[in-house]
T-cell receptor, first 113, second 112 residues
Framework: DTEVTQTPKHLVMGMTNKKSLKCEQHMGHRAMYWYKQKAKKPPELMFVYSYEKLSINESVPSRFSPECPNSSLLNLHLHALQPEDSALYLC????????????FGSGTRLTVV | AQSVTQPDIHITVSEGASLELRCNYSYGATPYLFWYVQSPGQGLQLLLKYFSGDTLVQGIKGFEAEFKRSQSSFNLRKPSVHWSDAAEYFCAVGGNNNDMRFGAGTRLTVKP
């Protein structure tokens, strides 16, 4: 299995909702990442987990809450989002943090209304 | 801090023509360099990567890139472009325990 699977593919949520994005990989990778990508922009790093511990938080607002329950799963919990948070959220994994190229999922297209 | 510059926001080439996408990087040590491709609404697919050794790197889909330390460049090339190559291309730089940072991207349009 050489894929990163993200669910759901599309999500529409209101500003008072709570929702979660899920990411799963079975490649034995020990680093997992959340990126946010606005239209016509490059991906921007949000969070890095290395060996299931939060390694980097790029000053992301607390309405985004990551969770890594085990080495194969990465969640992003969303609460009280703003319309400007609408974007493509990409999950990636790599064998170890930072090197060797990342494997990306297809992303979750999030729309906040 | 590492950074990547892709000078060309948008490039149009005719099908069958050659392609070169430019990438310049800034990094304090020997960088790890990558090229990714993204089709609309999709995730990123790794085309090729450079860590060390031979400076000419072969990738998937007929792409290659050349690392030139003296010019801090890692340009992507393809001898003959196909219509299916139309996409957004991102150059990225990373290093040991440093996380990947992307350039702004170059959008490739292929004319019939």
């Amino acid at each position: 299995d050489t894929e990163v699977t993200q669910t759901p593919k599309h999500l529409v949520m209101g500003m008072t909702n709570k929702k979660s994005l899920k990411c799963e990989q079975h490649m034995g990778h020990r680093a997992m990442y959340w990126y946010k990508q606005k239209a016509k922009k490059p991906p921007e790093l949000m969070f890095v987990y290395s060996y299931e511990k939060l390694s980097i938080n790029e000053s992301v607002p607390s309405r985004f809450s990551p969770e890594c329950p085990n080495s194969s799963l990465l969640n992003l919990h969303l609460h009280a989002l703003q319309p400007e948070d609408s974007a493509l959220y990409l999950c990636a994994s790599s064998r170890i943090q930072g090197a060797f190229g990342y494997t990306f999922g297809s992303g979750t297209r999030l729309t906040v209304v | 801090a590492q950074s990547v510059t892709q000078p060309d926001i948008h490039i149009t080439v005719s099908e069958g023509a050659s392609l070169e996408l430019r990438c310049n990087y800034s990094y304090g040590a020997t960088p790890y360099l990558f090229w990714y491709v993204q089709s609309p609404g999709q995730g990123l697919q790794l085309l090729l990567k450079y860590f060390s050794g031979d400076t000419l790197v072969q990738g998937i889909k007929g792409f290659e890139a050349e690392f030139k330390r003296s010019q801090s460049s890692f340009n992507l090339r393809k001898p003959s472009v196909h219509w299916s190559d139309a996409a957004e291309y991102f150059c990225a730089v990373g290093g040991n325990n440093n996380d990947m940072r992307f350039g702004a991207g170059t959008r490739l349009t292929v004319k019939p």
